[in-house]
Every structure is written in structure tokens, then in C-alpha cells.
């Protein structure tokens, strides 16, 4: 089994920064892609960004520029710098990963979620 653990989520005012984390344990032979995902209330869950084992980063377009995220392969873990944050950022933020797991099973495997709220 795998588990994914976020970290780092909280309230922050518009204009300030976070930074979230999550970290993979268990059964991993490997991690192909990691990546971020946010579900707003009353809204359907959208992509943030991915980065591959390559590191290729991709970013959905209402985050480019102000989203940075990274990856630590000897850690397994994943990063999301936020800067320049909106209320419109507000969401529950959720990592995901695509794992070959102990049993050569490429599974992907999701996070609890955490939650980012920006107001004043």
C-alpha cells in the first residue's frame, strides 16, 4: 500500500504565499508523475500542475507564473510554492501520484487533501 500525506495548507491573505508538500510512503518501486489538483465548493476538481520523473512541469493556465511546482525523488515527495494568492485560489488541494508499486502495479494513489483559503 501507499499513502500520500499533504502538508501546509491554511489561511493566508490575497497577495501572500504558501507552500504545500506531500510525501509517499510505503509499497514504491518508483514515481512517474506527481502533481496538485484543487476541488472548490460547488465546483468540479481541476488540475494544478504535474511535473513527470523528468521533472517537465505542466501548470493549468489561472496558475502560471504565480505556481511553482518541484519534486524530491530521493524523498518522494512532491511541492507546491503559491505566490501572489487569490481568493479564487480558495480550495481543498490534493496530491496525486502515479506509483509502480511493490507488486510491479503502476496504481496512481491520491492524497487526503488539504485545505488553502485566502482572504482578508
Known amino acids: 500500500q501507499v499513502q500520500l500525506v499533504e502538508s501546509g495548507g491554511g489561511l493566508v491573505q490575497p497577495g501572500g504565499s504558501l507552500r504545500l508538500s506531500c510525501a509517499a510512503s510505503?509499497?514504491?518501486?518508483?514515481?512517474?508523475?506527481m502533481g496538485w489538483y484543487r476541488q472548490a465548493p460547488g465546483k468540479q476538481r481541476e488540475l494544478v500542475a504535474t511535473?513527470?520523473?523528468?521533472?517537465?512541469?505542466n501548470y493549468a493556465d489561472s496558475v502560471k507564473g504565480r505556481f511553482t511546482i518541484s519534486r524530491d525523488n530521493a524523498k518522494n515527495t512532491v511541492y507546491l510554492q503559491m505566490n501572489s494568492l487569490k481568493p479564487e485560489d480558495t480550495a481543498v488541494y490534493s496530491c496525486?501520484?502515479?506509483?509502480?508499486?511493490?507488486?510491479?502495479?503502476?496504481?496512481?494513489?491520491w492524497g487526503q487533501g488539504t485545505q488553502v483559503t485566502v482572504s482578508s
Open positions: 510505503g509499497s514504491i518501486v518508483s514515481i512517474y508523475s
Open positions: 511535473i513527470t520523473s523528468g521533472t517537465s512541469t
Open positions: 496525486n501520484a502515479e506509483v509502480l508499486t511493490g507488486t510491479l502495479l503502476r496504481v496512481p494513489f
